[in-house]
């Protein structure tokens, strides 16, 4: 069969979903191409051609993001919030008009609104979760006949109803094809700053009571072999010229022994390749690790600390002290690799006195890449303990709430103070702020006390 898959994400970011994708679509014996809208010009004009051109059978579009909030100065409290659905609709409606193929759903911001995408679209049918058997099962059940509504992740809509199948993960990930980076055409992504990203596993055991990945994933990590990892990253060096890869794990550094073996692995090969992560764990970061994280190549490390709070890092169970965070950054300092700090303001139990102790922490260190700030906590799904509880409280009544995007604040957080946070934020230097859906915020007087 003939496959086109459609990156909808109109943000840059690594197509990593699409091209994981694409490499098992086309190991099942199909001819697969993928269209990037990213960086379409006039994309009916484009699309329609990839569909005269290509003529495919079946198309799987991947939904990376429901929303974006970009920085912008010129923006209220320096953040513009854009609704990406449109785009995805606009990208849909000209599939639908230029072609009879089957049209398929899937990708991380399809996971948590399955149902509502469908509705939104008008479509019926999308899959959930990791696409690398459930996708090429059901080209084959399309095929040869069988059932499609049984394939593990499915959500469809059949007689005006919804039904849903649960996902299943990927167990083996040593055994999948490789990610089909040498279907793109590198040069734009390089020109935008991309670099390509791969997965060295999949699982995430931490509680943190804001994120959904333990829940979507699983708590027990699955784990790439080191070989594999280098495997992945010689193939995109082979595509893309590219001798950076991101690792778009959550916390690289998670489980220790992994990322250590990983590091071995570069290291032994004598590879020129380098590697980076945005997302470093505050725990075992030490000079030994750093040492190992050097010497392999890595070229850049963010450290996820989110508060240096001892209350906050307590409220959302992040699972490490603040004495934690200040021997992690004391051991990235002692070395030479270029890292940053990330911070997410405004969980339950947030006050102006905890965001002060967070920041006296990090006053007392030198970031050289500077610290990114998010304020504000998205709700996406029931993945997220706070989202559960909100619901149990009556707070979010129906999905479409979460669809539409939902950003708690704390209470503890005054007005007056928020208003000028992001100002007292970005004039500490090397510090970015963005404001969750900002406009929102501010013309709901009840957004904060969610
Ligand atoms: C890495 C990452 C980032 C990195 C990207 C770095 C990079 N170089 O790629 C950074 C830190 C920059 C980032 C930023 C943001 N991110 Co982000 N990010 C992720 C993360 C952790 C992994 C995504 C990834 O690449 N996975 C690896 C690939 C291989 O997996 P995948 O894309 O999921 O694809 C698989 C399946 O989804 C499926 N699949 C994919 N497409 C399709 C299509 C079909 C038809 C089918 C059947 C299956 C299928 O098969 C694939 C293989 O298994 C996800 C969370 C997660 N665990 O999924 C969030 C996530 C995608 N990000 C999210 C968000 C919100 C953002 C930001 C908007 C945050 C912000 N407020 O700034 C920004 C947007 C920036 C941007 N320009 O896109 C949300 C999106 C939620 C939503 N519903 O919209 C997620 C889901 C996290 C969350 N909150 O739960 N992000």
Do not use: C, H
């Given at each position: 069969m003939?496959?086109?898959?459609?990156?909808?994400?109109?943000?840059?970011?690594?197509?990593?979903?699409?091209?994981?994708?694409?490499?098992?679509?086309?190991?099942a014996g199909h001819t697969v191409q993928i269209y990037e809208r990213?960086?379409?010009?006039?994309?009916?004009?484009?699309l329609n051609a990839k569909l005269l051109e290509f003529q495919p059978d079946v198309i799987g579009v991947s939904i990376r993001l429901v929303f974006g909030d970009e920085l912008d100065p010129a923006a209220p409290l320096g953040t513009r919030h854009t609704d990406l659905r449109p785009r995805v609709k606009e990208i849909v409606d000209i599939l639908r008009r230029g072609s009879s193929a089957r049209?398929?759903?899937?990708?991380?911001?399809?996971?948590?609104?399955?149902?509502?995408?469908?509705?939104y679209l008008d479509l019926d049918y999308g899959i959930r979760g990791e696409g690398e058997e459930a996708f090429p099962l059901f080209l084959q059940r399309l095929e040869q006949g069988g059932d499609i509504h049984s394939i593990p992740g499915c959500v469809f809509r059949q007689a005006g109803s919804y039904h849903s199948i649960p996902a299943c993960s990927v167990q083996d990930l040593d055994n999948q094809a490789l990610p089909a980076y040498e279907l793109l055409?590198?040069?734009?992504?390089?020109?935008?700053n991309i670099t390509p990203a791969i997965f060295t596993k999949r699982g995430c055991a931490f509680l943190c009571t804001y994120c959904p990945y333990g829940k979507l994933e699983g708590r027990q990590y699955r784990l790439k072999s080191p070989a594999r990892v280098l495997?992945?990253?010689?193939?995109?060096f082979q595509a893309t010229h590219s001798r950076k890869v991101m690792f778009c794990d959550n916390n690289f550094n998670a489980p220790r022994r992994h990322a250590e073996a990983i590091c071995r692995e570069w290291i032994a090969e004598k590879t020129d390749l380098q590697w980076g992560t945005g997302d470093l764990r505050p725990v075992g970061i030490t000079d030994d690790f750093c040492r190992l994280m050097e010497a392999s190549g890595c070229f850049y490390a963010n450290l996820a600390i989110e508060s240096a709070s001892a209350a906050m890092l307590h409220s959302m169970k992040r699972g490490y002290s603040v004495r934690q965070v200040r021997e992690s950054l004391e051991a990235l300092s002692r070395s030479k690799i270029p890292f940053g700090a990330s911070?997410?303001?405004?969980?339950?139990?947030?006050?102006?006195?905890?965001?002060?102790?967070?920041?006296?922490?990090?006053?007392?260190?030198?970031?050289?890449?500077?610290?990114?700030?998010?304020?504000?906590?998205?709700?996406?799904?029931?993945?997220?303990?706070?989202?559960?509880?909100?619901?149990?409280?009556?707070?979010?009544?129906?999905?479409?709430?979460?669809f539409n995007g939902m950003v708690y604040l704390s209470p503890g957080l005054p007005r007056t103070y928020l208003r000028e946070l992001p100002e007292a934020l970005q004039a500490r230097p090397g510090y970015s702020v963005q404001f969750?859906?900002?406009?929102?915020?501010?013309?709901?007087?009840?957004?904060?006390?969610?």
């Open positions: 003939k496959v086109l898959i459609v990156s909808s994400n109109s943000l840059p970011a690594s197509p990593s979903g699409p091209v994981y994708l694409a490499g098992a679509v086309r190991q990213l960086f379409a010009g006039d994309l009916p004009a484009e049209i398929v759903l899937g990708g991380p911001g399809f996971n948590y609104y399955a149902q509502d995408w469908l509705e055409d590198w040069q734009p992504y390089a020109g935008r495997a992945e990253a010689k193939a995109i911070l997410m303001l405004g969980a339950p139990g947030e006050t102006p006195e905890t965001i002060a102790e967070t920041l006296a922490v990090l006053g007392d260190y030198e970031i050289p890449d500077g610290v990114w700030v998010t304020i504000g906590v998205y709700l996406w799904t029931d993945y997220q303990d706070i989202v559960a509880e909100r619901r149990r409280a009556g707070v979010i009544k129906d999905n479409r709430e979460l969750n859906r900002p406009a929102e915020v501010w013309s709901n007087p009840n957004a904060g006390a969610g």
